[in-house]
């Protein structure tokens, strides 16, 4: 149970994250945004992927309460084995991307 | 409207702006981005925290990304403008490039 192959998700964490579903194209990989509300380049982000017409699903953490936002970090921390900082995109569970870069998220998100 | 408490952000982040040398975000739309997450955030805490990182709700833990927090000054100076870019060093601005997310200056250990 502990080969490499057999990595244990961690989407228990987030069942009670009240997450927003935006419809559209499917990605390769599930994509979860974790945001600020207050944020410029989560905004952008945002925009971004509403733009680009791909399915995802996001949620304002600092609109969470304490446990549920500890919870999110937990998840990022477990899954991701690195820091939560905004926006925070979740792609599956083995990629992510941190920060707005226009043309990383273009390259990693560009042929859905 | 609770109005025991209000300020005009619009005119600190200018009056910081012109107090320390930098410019404001030239993007309208994300510079009022901007001012309003720090006006949500002093509605919520208080305080003008950072509107890019997710408060302790402390002011004693949040002292380090009150607006402008003790990073923007480095990171203006290393990439141009601040974590959330709402301040650019008066270069980066005159080349009118669009920002993008830098790097988190900030220790992981003073985040919650």
Known sequence: MWGKKTKQPQGSLLESIPFTTVEGRQAK??????????????????????????AYRYVYVDKLDKPAQDAVRAYVKKTFHTMLSYPFLCIGEDDYLTGFIRASWEKELGNG | MDDAKTIDVGQFVHNVAKNKGWRLNGDAEFLQSLVEGLEMNFQRLGYLQCPCRLSWDNREKDKDILCPCVYAADDIAEYGHCFCSLFLSPEFAALGTEPASIPERRPESLFP
């Open chain 1, 29 to 54: 990989q599930p994509l979860t945004v974790f945001a600020l509300s207050t944020c410029g380049f989560c905004r952008r982000a945002i925009t971004f992927l509403n733009d680009s017409t791909i």
